[in-house]
């Protein structure tokens, strides 16, 4: 099994920033890819940002040049560092990892962690 635990939310001012953190333990092998989603209220849960086993990166459009991916692959932990935070960006995000074993996909998700951007 595979415990994904998440830190660093909370309530900041529109402009502000916050960073993330996903703190990996169990049986963590073959990472295919570690990323962050997010779930507004009404809406579905989006992509943000995600990073490769071989280190490349992707992110949504909506928050390019603002949020950075990282891991640091010692610690097993993933992180997310949110800059001129919009109210757009309020959501409950969460952190996900895939693992690849025999061409099968595995993914894990955190429980969430709230970041609420008031205006």
């Known amino acids: 099994q595979v415990q994904l635990v998440e830190s660093g939310g909370g309530l900041v001012q529109s402009g502000g920033s916050l960073r993330l953190s996903c703190a990996a333990s169990?049986?963590?092998?073959?990472?295919?890819?570690m990323g962050w989603y997010r779930q507004a209220p009404g809406k579905e849960r989006e992509l943000v940002a995600v990073?490769?086993?071989?280190?490349?990166?992707n992110y949504a459009d909506s928050v390019k040049g603002r949020f950075t991916i990282s891991r640091d692959n010692a610690k097993n932990t993933l992180y997310l560092q949110m800059n001129s935070l919009k109210p757009e960006d309020t959501a409950v995000y969460y952190c996900?990892?895939?693992?690849?074993?025999?061409?099968?996909?595995?993914?894990?998700w955190g429980q969430g962690a709230q970041v609420t951007v008031s205006s």
């Open positions: 169990g049986s963590i092998f073959s990472i295919n890819s």
């Open positions: 990073i490769t086993s071989a280190g490349s990166t």
């Open positions: 996900n990892v895939e693992m690849k074993i025999n061409s099968l996909r595995y993914n894990y």
